[in-house]
């Protein structure tokens, strides 16, 4: 089994991985060094979350339609091949937007429309996989290795990519895009490799689990610490996730630094959440999850903190210790949240809420690029200063940060149990779903 887990790691690593140049490379080169609107880039960036909503329809459909024998690898080529390709174009959207602005914007939506196509056909077939071949008892296992190998990827990667573009140059950095593009569709094959067993047809169909919009929401509204949860999770992870897009134009804009350097900040924040993943497992059972959570939750909070004062000081050396801090607080954040999320279902609704949960998490994502992008624009507009821009962004994160610690401390898991195993919440959600 930890040959598989293996595989699903690097599978997991390669989706991954066609998402860093584009938010740690490409996003600095349009609104840095082409000066492009942050707004126009974080409305491309969404775009892939758009799609989200077909995971639904794409995990019932390989459950029911396997394809030359196999129920999810053909679903997992497929999406992998478009990441591939969809970051190997991107690098495209700068050169012809600097040039032709409205086939760059229609190159744009095409390769990240093809990303975010790849990415949703892909996630929920490689998920469903592990969840398969792991089991329940090794189902924690497969996602620990499957998270811990993908930062370590990233952390090459982003590493990498500072290597390959140390200044921006159109043939260069679409060079260097093509090469990691390369190297996932090698990890992703490897981990295809006789991983999947082939489908019997005398063998029963799969049951999924599928639940519509209409009955996660009234889950989440009719249990109190479930609204609550869904809250706070939508107002720290909209925090955490918003700044993938600001940091490296940041980072040239109050510092100058350069292409190579920008690139770096992804392995430096990456590597400290690793860290924090290893301390993370040994404070499991020893340590309550809402502690763990709320000192994760609060080093970020001091990461932004830290960041707006070294734009403020123009000292980058403060900056560095922002983006540690906020590496080591996302690491810690994503297992004790992870872990608390799983508290937060009951065994005869697991798909229900894991759905629900999820269901904050895209919508987080969407909300925070969009916001940032957005913000950045504004304030830079009002105040004319671009940097102000920027520390507004970080310190409105900061802010969402400091409400969603408040909202942590009245999460209850007991009190959430009670709620959703009481006969009366049971028949009101079914009277309101239907």
Known sequence: MFLKRLQLALIHTAVAMTLLPINSTLNRVMIFDLGISKTLFTALSIFPYLLAPAQVAIGAFSDRHPLFGFRRTPYILAGLICCVVGVAVSPQIATLMSHNFTAGIIVGVLAFGL??????????????????????????????????????????????????????????????????????????????????????????????????????????????????????????????????????????????????????????????????????????????????????????????????????????????VGITLLGFGTGLSTIANLSLMFDLTVPEKVGLYIGAWGFSNGLSRLTGLLMAGVVADLATSLTGDALGGYLVVFSLEALMLFIAAILLYRIDVNAFQKKAHDPHFTEKVAVIAE
């Not at 990415?119 to 929920?124: E, T």
């Not at 690793?274 to 994760?296: E, N, P």
């Open 115 to 320: 990303w975010g196509i790849g990415y949703n056909l892909s996630a929920v077939s490689y998920l469903s996989l592990a969840s398969e071949l792991s089991g329940e008892r090794e189902r924690g296992k497969t996602i620990a290795t499957m998270f811990t190998v993908m930062v370590v990827g990233l952390i090459v990667t982003g590493i990498s990519l500072s290597c390959l573009a140390q200044t921006y140059d159109p043939a260069t950095l679409s060079r260097a895009f093509i090469i990691v593009a390369a190297s996932a569709l090698t990890l992703g094959l490897l981990g295809l490799f006789r991983l999947e067993p082939r489908f019997e047809r005398s063998a029963p169909a799969v049951k999924s689990e599928t639940y519509t919009l209409k009955e996660m929401t009234s889950a989440i509204t009719e249990n109190p610490v479930a609204k609550i949860f869904f809250v706070y999770l939508l107002l720290l992870l909209a925090a955490i996730l918003s700044q993938d897009v600001l940091l490296e134009p940041f980072g040239a804009q109050a510092f100058g630094m350069t292409l190579e350097q920008t690139s770096r900040i992804v392995s430096i924040i990456n590597s400290f959440s690793l860290i924090a993943f290893l301390i993370a497992g040994f404070l499991d059972g020893r340590v309550k999850k809402k502690y763990t959570a709320q000192i994760g939750n609060l080093g970020a909070l001091f990461g932004f903190i830290l960041i707006v004062i070294s734009g403020w000081l123009a000292n980058k050396h403060l900056f560095y």
